[in-house]
């Protein structure tokens, strides 16, 4: 059997088609045509402002975390892929990915265990890059090994196998607020660009209406929009309080790269 990166380069592939199917979810969440009402509109007269809220908001969508879960079950996989190809291009039987992986450890001593099972299977250069590529290493460069992108992906796989990921309630952040009197000019509403939990009224905008001169049968449209994601809790890694997105792309990208680099040096032709 001829060694190749295919199959990992096929489950990083798998990954990706599985974090877009995972933001178009989310940015297509609240949007179904049965919610008449997502935003509330309450005016104030005597203050001459108006406020804008969140009406009621749904739950978080089930498939969420099991689609998380497979994102970063390719990705493992994807390494052990990658390992299991080196042992057969140092001359070893398809038998022998049976006892192949990707080891992942955040300190050395847990990495010293690979020795009895991976080392004698794989060239000594490519177990010293892979000995390299630990988050226990990593930490030379890094506050806390626990952030490593190796490390997320290790510890969100085990989850996975266990538990439901923890997905916390939505958060959004409003990106825009317009209004117009008649068929005036838009006018920009200044708002605040920072992610707020999304929860029933939840305050989106204020629009100051002191400088506005208005008669009874004037017209006020009010256009804006507002941009939500989901985020990690209780990982205990590095992820924890991160939008999905923001952690998930790296740990994609890492894994490319690892492969690409493996590819390079092994593999090529």
Same mark, same amino acid.
């Given at each position: 059997?001829?060694?190749?990166?295919?199959?990992?380069?096929?489950?990083?592939?798998?990954?990706?088609?599985?974090?877009?199917e995972l933001i178009t979810s989310?940015?297509?969440?609240?949007? =179904?045509?049965?919610?008449?009402?997502?935003?509330?509109? /309450?005016?104030?007269?005597?203050?001459?402002?108006?406020?804008?809220?969140?009406?009621?908001?749904?739950?978080?969508?089930?498939?969420?975390?099991?689609?998380?879960?497979?994102?970063?079950?390719?990705?493992?996989?994807?390494?052990?892929?990658?390992?299991?190809?080196?042992?057969?291009?140092?001359?070893?039987?398809?038998?022998?990915?049976?006892?192949?992986?990707?080891?992942?450890?955040?300190?050395?001593?847990?990495? !010293?265990?690979?020795?009895?099972?991976?080392?004698?299977?794989?060239?000594?250069?490519?177990?010293?890059?892979?000995?390299?590529?630990?988050?226990? /290493?990593?930490?030379?460069?890094?506050?806390?090994?626990?952030?490593?992108?190796?490390?997320i992906i290790s510890k969100l796989?085990?989850?996975?196998?266990?538990?439901?990921?923890?997905?916390?309630?939505?958060?959004?952040?409003?990106?825009?607020?317009?209004?117009?009197?008649?068929?005036?000019?838009?006018?920009?509403?200044?708002?605040?660009?920072?992610?707020?939990?999304?929860?029933?009224?939840?305050?989106?905008? =204020?629009?100051?209406?002191?400088?506005?001169?208005?008669?009874?049968?004037?017209?006020? !449209?009010?256009?804006?929009?507002?941009?939500?994601?989901?985020?990690?809790?209780?990982?205990?890694?590095?992820?924890?309080?991160?939008?999905?997105?923001?952690?998930?792309?790296?740990?994609?990208?890492?894994?490319?790269?690892i492969v690409d680099y493996f590819?390079? !040096?092994?593999?090529?032709?």
């Amino acid at each position: 059997m001829r060694a190749t990166t295919i199959g990992a380069r096929q489950k990083i592939e798998r990954a990706k088609y599985h974090f877009s199917e995972l933001i178009t979810s989310i940015s297509q969440w609240g949007t =179904s045509k049965e919610e008449s009402g997502p935003f509330v509109i /309450n005016h104030h007269p005597e203050r001459k402002s108006m406020v804008i809220k969140h009406g009621e908001v749904r739950a978080n969508d089930a498939a969420w975390p099991l689609i998380v879960g497979d994102i970063v079950h390719n990705l493992r996989s994807a390494l052990d892929h990658l390992v299991c190809q080196l042992a057969i291009l140092n001359g070893n039987g398809i038998s022998c990915c049976a006892d192949t992986y990707f080891p992942i450890c955040i300190c050395r001593s847990d990495f !010293r265990k690979a020795h009895r099972t991976i080392e004698p299977l794989l060239t000594t250069e490519a177990f010293e890059d892979i000995e390299m590529l630990q988050p226990y /290493n990593a930490s030379n460069l890094e506050k806390d090994p626990s952030f490593n992108n190796l490390w997320i992906i290790s510890k969100l796989d085990i989850i996975d196998k266990h538990r439901m990921l923890l997905i916390v309630g939505k958060y959004f952040r409003t990106t825009d607020i317009t209004y117009r009197v008649n068929e005036g000019n838009p006018v920009k509403v200044e708002i605040e660009d920072i992610w707020r939990p999304l929860e029933d009224g939840a305050h989106i905008a =204020s629009i100051d209406l002191s400088q506005i001169v208005a008669a009874p049968d004037d017209k006020m !449209r009010v256009q804006g929009g507002t941009e939500v994601q989901i985020f990690f809790n209780e990982t205990g890694c590095g992820c924890d309080g991160l939008e999905v997105g923001a952690a998930l792309i790296p740990c994609i990208n890492y894994v490319s790269e690892i492969v690409d680099y493996f590819e390079a !040096r092994y593999f090529a032709v």
